[in-house]
Nanobody, 115 residues
Framework: QVQLVESGGGLVQAGGSLTLSCAASGSIFSINVMGWYRQAPGKQRELVAS???????YYADSVKGRFTCSRGNAKNTVYLQMNSLKPEDTAVYYC?????????WGQGTPVTVSS
């Protein structure tokens, strides 16, 4: 059984910062990619950022230069540092990991950015 536990969401004013954390536990032998998706009300879930086991990162154009995705010293953890937050960043953020033959999701953590 694989579990992803997210934390760090909340309410912040525009221009502020938040850091999301995700810790994966269970029978995980090799994680290929860890990342963050988000889903705003009435919109499709979208990939925000990801990092491979080799350290290569991807960022959606809308967050480039503001968000940083990184893995912790414990390789089953991933972070999303979010700076200069905008109201349009408001969404539920989901942690996601890809291993050989499977994809796992966290339960989601809400982020609300007030103007």
């Amino acid at each position: 059984q694989v579990q992803l536990v997210e934390s760090g969401g909340g309410l912040v004013q525009a221009g502020g910062s938040l850091t999301l954390s995700c810790a994966a536990s269970g029978s995980i032998f090799s994680i290929n990619v860890m990342g963050w998706y988000r889903q705003a009300p009435g919109k499709q879930r979208e990939l925000v950022a990801s990092i491979t086991s080799g350290g290569n990162t991807y960022y959606a154009d809308s967050v480039k230069g503001r968000f940083t995705c990184s893995r912790g010293n414990a390789k089953n953890t991933v972070y999303l540092q979010m700076n200069s937050l905008k109201p349009e960043d408001t969404a539920v953020y989901y942690c996601n990991i890809r291993v050989v033959g499977a994809i796992y999701w966290g339960q989601g953590t809400p982020v609300t950015v007030s103007s």
